[in-house]
């Protein structure tokens, strides 16, 4: 339960017990309020922090849609800034001439997009402006010397990060003789972090082969962009077994300088080091990049631009193309003020605009009762005004707006995301068909394109055990899905795609998705997506990517949705792979819960609610800490047994994720049901449950 100004705890009407266990399980939540607040009572004052900066940042995007699209309307899907370490956003307007409305769209935390449904026109502009709270972070503290940790020093949670990608490709010829030249018979972490820095520096800023490429083979072999060169050190610190992703950025420092790439680092018993590979900067200050993405291994994997880099700038329409709107030169961010105040008053500051971004890109754009759209414009003008307190240096102002802000979001209290549909392709076909001209989609266990599934033992895909073919013009459609009553509605899935394309623009053998509200008409979802790289000299490595997209314009309606899978007669790749199929929205309904006040205890911790809840195969739980703290975050059954721990180590402060697969300790799955998940963060304790649904 989160509590910036007071600790609430939540009493659901009407709520029938069903069981003994159902009671019990009752008693244990409201036995883990009673340990949260006897945690808060027991925190001791702490003296008067130094001074320290906080900053107001600006970021834009000029966007320009230089077609028509194929339909009356459609979504436009676009990078803003996310709240990740020292940044969070205070508001996002977005404005144009045919903007119907926007959303926002969660990929893996912390990733948001922007979903803007816009009006058929042959040319539109589509601006977005944000304004972007930043606490400085001056690496004081950075040390000068830690051994290179072995896989058993790392704590679970980061050595995804050790994973080849299509854009990392760590076990390549070239990556494994570079590290080991960069590495030779240093120890020490920071002295491997600045040699790897020094080596990156050094990659050209040319594309001399063709067809050029933006992963870390091509930026080591013949150079790159930032892109390269940030993929490129990201490679090195993964050979040498030090976990390490990349962060798509907008500089303050470029002026009209488009997106751009860096890294960060991990070190044990510290946490995340950001490296600006380009330019050399170690560190690479949170004041100085405005993060718009922060990759996950997943996420390397190229969908809309094949040829290497991260693919979530798309429409709804493949008629459009990827490059409407024109991405390029369009983006970016700009210093606006900077004044000192005590760390304590600006970590209160910051969590009070972490955790109004929650809600804010949670509840604006869904459908509400008038009563809670009224709460959500007035928590939306609290956050302007705050924004202008700033700008005049007035942070006490500053925080009363968000803390109104804040309060009136938590009593929007609209449903909870609940999921409409899931197939995770375990269980027969479950209402799937396909058919086409050449068509081989099978549901099963992969033997020729992804080495494994993304989750459990099957899959849905063009070809199981060879090659699709040429001329293919075939589809995989769902069983009908509910969407009527729900105020908003989205889809994600996972996808593997390896097709014919061509760097830089073209896919021959492209994946798209429609949706059906009759079973007759369809309407595009996306653009073509793109596979792995096609060059004959690069190694390709592929990988399960999650797409989201935006369905609320189709609440109120049953759909279907339709991969649709099309090739030319050129050449043949491994194909296209579907798994974990995700539909999920909230109710529309007046409130049902209550808000009941306790008491205004201090606080470092904040717990968020996991998501998805309900889930199948895996749910993200975050937190955010206001201070470096040890932290344990467990999972719990309704017996008060441990089931898993998933974190257990000295935590740096910021948001944090955990995923929990829904395995035990020794990584068996668990039965469905209803679990706790409980974060102990220095003396605060706090917990929420979950619901596991198999």
């Not at 030090?242 to 002026?255: H, K």
């Not at 928590?379 to 005049?392: G, M, T």
């Amino acid at each position: 339960m989160k509590a910036s100004m007071a600790f609430y705890a939540i009493v659901f009407l009407n709520f029938v017990i069903p069981s003994d266990g159902a009671s019990q399980e009752i008693h244990g939540l409201w036995k883990e309020v009673n340990e949260m607040y006897s945690s808060f009572a027991q925190v001791s004052e702490r003296g008067k922090s130094q001074p320290t900066k906080v900053y107001l940042r600006k970021a834009v995007g000029n966007l320009q849609i230089n077609a028509s699209s194929s339909t009356e309307t459609y979504e436009a899907y676009f990078h803003m800034p996310i709240c990740f370490g020292e940044q969070a956003p205070i508001f996002i307007e977005v404005e144009s001439p045919q903007l119907i409305d926007y959303r926002f769209v969660h990929l893996n935390p912390p990733n948001v997009i922007i979903a803007a449904q816009m009006q058929q026109a042959p040319t539109a502009p589509l601006d977005w402006t944000a304004w972007v709270f930043v606490k400085e972070n001056t690496y004081a503290d950075l040390p000068d010397s830690v051994p290179i940790p072995t896989l058993e020093e790392l704590p679970d949670s980061v050595k995804k990060w050790l994973r080849p990608t299509d854009c990392v490709q760590v076990e390549a010829e070239i990556v494994q003789t570079i590290a080991a030249i960069v590495r030779d018979t240093t120890t020490n972490l920071m002295e491997l972090a600045d040699d790897i820095r020094d080596w990156c520096v050094t990659i050209p800023w040319e594309w001399p082969h063709q067809p050029f490429a933006l992963d870390a083979v091509y930026a080591l072999t013949w150079g790159s962009s930032c892109t390269g060169h940030a993929h490129a050190g990201a490679a090195l610190f993964r050979a040498n077994g030090v976990p390490a992703r990349t962060l798509l950025n907008m500089p303050t420092w470029g002026g009209n300088y488009d997106h751009h790439w860096i890294i960060d680092y991990y070190v044990p018993d510290y946490g995340w080091i950001r490296m600006e590979t380009s330019t050399g900067q170690h560190p690479c200050f949170a004041q100085d990049e405005i993060v718009t993405l922060a990759c996950h291994p997943e996420d390397e994997f190229p969908l809309f631009f094949p040829s290497g880099i991260e693919g979530y700038w798309h429409t709804s329409d493949p008629a459009l193309g990827m490059y409407s709107p024109d991405w390029g030169g369009a983006h970016s961010a700009a210093s606006w003020i900077a004044f000192s105040d005590s760390s304590e008053k600006i970590e209160e500051a910051f969590s009070l605009t972490d955790s109004v971004f929650y809600y804010y890109s949670r509840y604006w754009g869904i459908k509400l009762t008038p009563a809670q759209q009224t709460n959500v414009q007035s928590a939306y003008d609290y956050q302007k005004s705050a924004q202008s307190k700033l700008a005049l240096k007035d942070l006490d102002g500053y925080i009363e707006d968000m803390q109104q802000a804040l309060q009136l979001y938590r009593e929007v209290n609209p449903e909870a995301l609940t999921t409409v549909f899931f197939d995770d392709f375990e269980s027969k076909q479950n209402g799937w068909t396909h058919g086409g001209t050449y068509d081989e989609w099978e549901l099963g266990s992969p033997a020729y394109g992804p080495a494994d599934v993304h989750s459990g033992d099957n899959c849905w895909g063009t070809d199981l055990d060879d090659t699709y073919e040429n001329y293919a013009d075939c589809w995989l459609i769902s069983p009908p899905i509910d969407l009527t009553s729900l105020s908003c509605a989205y889809l994600s899935f996972w996808v593997w795609n390896w097709v014919e394309d061509q760097n830089q623009g073209y896919v021959y053998d492209p994946l798209w998705l429609d949706i059906t509200t009759n079973g007759e008409t369809y309407y595009p979802l996306c653009s073509h997506m793109g596979g792995v790289n096609d060059d004959p000299v690069i190694p390709d490595v592929g990988g399960w990517t999650m797409l989201a997209l935006d369905l609320t314009k189709y609440v109120g309606e049953t759909v279907q949705i339709r991969f649709r899978f099309k090739s030319d007669a050129g050449d043949v790749q491994p194909g296209s792979y579907i798994d974990d199929v995700h539909m999920y929205g909230r109710a529309v309904s007046e409130t049902g819960i209550e808000v009941v006040q306790i008491a205004t205890p201090p606080q470092t911790l904040e717990l968020y609610q996991n998501y998805p809840n309900p889930f199948n195969s895996e749910t993200t739980i975050s937190y955010h800490l206001k201070e470096d703290l040890k932290v344990s975050l467990a999972i719990y059954n309704i017996k008060g047994q441990k089931v898993r721990t998933l974190v257990d180590d000295h935590i740096k402060a910021g948001g944090h994720h955990s995923v929990w697969h829904g395995q035990d300790a020794g990584g068996s799955p668990v039965a469905s049901g209803v679990y706790f998940y409980k974060i102990k963060a220095g003396n605060e304790v706090e917990a929420r449950k979950l619901l596991l649904l198999r």
